[in-house]
């Protein structure tokens, strides 16, 4: 029989009355005293009670244990059921000396023991009473194993349970570690490994060396997580191969992944996991390759297996993440989308894992113009668990505000997200899974003028490149970013060597066709000689890569430049067609806005103050923009109008509202508008 919590006095509710209770205690009979400290430290009935007892008993030194446990029950100390009443048992464990108590829990274990059975949840109860018994600890360790890959959570507290019951601590400490590191909690996985690794002959150092490097990865410092592993040594390396050849690709070590996990390797067993770990590898090594495509479906695949298997693994980068990564930088953020959700569903890699995966969900929606979505998947990941994100993960939310704000076109957000970013790009380097975000705050830094702040990095992410042999699929979306942010900085000497990159790789990519395209169409654009043909197959090209906003972004310039109405009319159309939440007024047949109101022009309301009902909904949102002090050009590449079409708006609302100049312009929009008026100019 299992027995019954009692384990500790410090989890028994006091007596109402100690005592009382202490003084009724006393004057029972010495033997049913000892019959009620028995059952309170967990022995039951009926079952074995304690030899000394039992002795007692059988000896006929005392009644009969039937005579015993009636008078208990008699006494009202001890329950029908057998268990002893509460406020009895609080007062026997306090007023009884540890020692003994302890030596009725140890002969209690070894009758476990003798029997053959397992003591299950009461080890656990033993191991918070206080009480150290290497039996104890052996069963706990024991179940925090089981526990380990498929509920790390529980594992931590069944480990933490075993040392105090006297577990050796530096033989559980991989375990420890990786338990802490799955539930997200880097500070304890550090301080664990760290005293592991010191040590002379660290028990478990393959998966401690896996835990650290994770830790390192997931810090924003993957190099440091590959020297890990260099420090460990092909020879030692062992099933970790897969894993250390991941983190060595992704700091641009291709010689050293080939060292750890040669080509042509194959899994260390038949099993899901160590499949998956070795397709894992395979994958990241095949999108390096000439052929762009040929890494993503082996990716997809390990992280269907690491799904199926339930385990959370100590890996630098998990394979969800990987396949969504390369699926973003392949031109198919639907897809990438679909596999960062199913390994979030799967809980791949446990709680820490799970922030990352809604990020890449969240810049699959950016991607595909969907600003909503984003930012649900952003507010899932900053409550996947209750850790802060770790500085990877912050940088590429941070990266993702960016990104979000850019494409609003709010100028105070996007100054206050690149604030943010400044920061977070600090804490974290440059590898081969944070392309994306670098691209992105190369293009932010060249709009606000900042590129100053990111060339380091940006010199280390296009040398890492080069250490890989300038793989297509790993280059192309940067060098994509690098041909945007040489149009912000109209410097054509920054553009030329991307836009050739981008030319040299179309004939294999298809993305790269459409970016080369997109590319050449900006610059005929900005140099006033393109036809509106071109730019619509080009803006219409990358939406078909999973960039409807850059599309539209591109529609809504050149339809800003074009001279003739019908070229401005067909790009504004493409413009809408791709980024409807920028949906405008078409202009009129003479190419004005069309009049909404015939209203006097200084028609004002009851107050005295300008009246908004005199201004049309489309001039309502030129006059925000205004406030939010953008340029006619800046209004017109935010809801595709051109230039021209902005300055009529605000000369029209000028002469509606009877404003004298600019600033008097601005203080009767801010008055007509009233609370829909932006806060900041």
């Given at each position: ?175 420890r570690a990786q338990a802490a590191s799955a539930t997200g909690d880097l500070d304890a996985a550090g301080r664990i490994i760290d005293g592991l690794l010191m040590s002379p002959d660290p028990p478990d150092l393959r998966l401690g060396v ?258 890989l042999g300038e793989p297509p699929l790993w280059s192309l979306p940067l060098h994509w970013a690098a041909v945007q942010a040489a149009l912000l900085n109209e410097s054509p000497s920054d553009l030329a060597p991307h836009a050739s990159a ?180």
């Open positions: 029989m299992v027995p019954r919590q009692t384990a500790s006095a410090q989890e028994v509710t006091a007596p109402a009355n100690p005592q009382r209770v202490a003084d009724q205690l006393h004057a029972e009979n010495a033997v049913v005293r000892e019959l009620l400290l028995a059952l309170s430290v967990g022995f039951t009935l009926p079952g074995p009670l304690p030899q000394e007892l039992e002795r007692r008993v059988a000896d006929g030194e005392v009644e009969s244990l039937e005579a015993l446990v009636a008078r208990a029950e008699s006494s009202g100390l001890l329950n029908a059921d057998g268990t002893v009443v509460g406020t009895a048992q609080h007062a026997l464990l306090t007023s009884t000396p540890t020692p003994r108590v302890h030596a009725l829990q140890r002969e209690l274990v070894g009758r476990f023991a003798a029997d053959g059975r397992p003591l299950g949840e009461f080890a656990r109860e033993l191991a918070r009473s206080g009480l150290a018994d290497r039996r104890v600890a052996a069963e706990l360790e024991k179940a925090g194993d089981r526990a380990l890959e498929h509920n790390p959570g529980l594992a931590s507290q069944l480990y933490g349970e075993a040392l105090l019951a006297g577990a050796d601590e530096l033989g559980t400490a991989a375990r896996d835990v650290a490097a994770a830790v390192w990865a997931q810090r924003g410092m993957l190099a440091r997580g590959a020297d890990v592993y260099t420090w460990l040594g092909p020879a030692r390396v062992g099933p970790s191969g897969p894993a250390a050849a991941v983190a060595m690709i992704g700091c641009g070590n291709r010689s050293g992944a080939e060292a750890m996990f040669p080509a042509g390797s194959a899994a260390e067993s038949p099993t899901l996991l160590a499949v998956a770990q070795a397709q894992t590898a395979h994958g990241i090594v095949e999108s390096l390759s000439g052929d762009p495509h040929q890494g993503l479906p082996t990716l997809i695949h390990a992280s269907d297996m690491l799904n199926a298997s339930g385990a959370a693994l100590p890996v630098p980068e998990t394979p969800g993440a990987l396949a969504a990564l390369v699926a973003l930088h392949s031109g198919e953020p639907h897809l990438a989308e679909t596999i960062a959700r199913a390994a979030a569903a799967a809980g791949q890699g446990g709680d820490s894992a799970k922030p990352r995966l809604f990020l890449l969900q969240a810049w699959s929606a950016m991607q595909q113009d969907n600003p909503d979505e984003a930012r649900l998947a952003i507010n899932e990941a900053s409550k996947a668990n209750h850790w802060p994100l770790v500085p990877r993960d912050e940088f590429l939310c941070a990266a993702l505000e960016v990104g979000l704000a850019r494409r609003s076109g709010e100028v105070h957000d996007l100054v206050l997200a690149w604030e943010r970013a400044r920061e977070a790009m600090l804490h974290t380097t440059v590898d081969l899974y944070s392309l994306l975000p670098w691209g992105e705050l190369m293009i932010t830094a060249a709009r606000l003028r900042e590129t100053r702040r990111v060339s380091h990095y940006l010199d280390e992410a296009w040398k890492l490149l080069r250490d981008l030319v040299r790789a179309a004939d294999h990519s298809h993305l790269a066709s459409r970016l080369a395209a997109a590319g050449k169409a900006w610059v005929s654009v900005l140099a006033g000689k393109f036809q509106a043909a071109d730019v619509e197959a080009a803006a219409r090209g990358l939406n078909a890569v999973g960039m409807p906003w850059e599309g539209a972004r591109l529609a809504g310039h050149a339809a800003a430049r074009a001279d003739e109405r019908k070229d401005m009319v067909r790009l504004l159309s493409c413009a809408r067609d791709l980024h409807p939440q920028g949906n405008s007024s078409v202009p009129s047949p003479n190419g004005q806005p069309e009049v909404r109101s015939g209203r006097p022009a200084d028609q004002v309301n009851g107050t005295g103050q300008p009246d908004a009902s005199i201004l049309s909904e489309r001039e309502k949102e030129v006059a925000r923009l205004v406030l939010e002090g953008k340029t006619y050009r800046e209004i017109g590449e935010t809801i595709y109008i051109s230039p021209r079409t902005a300055e009529h708006h605000i000369a029209r609302m000028r002469r509606r509202l009877g404003a004298e100049n600019r600033s008097d312009l601005l203080v009767r929009l801010r008055l007509a508008l009233g609370p829909d008026a932006p806060q900041h100019e």
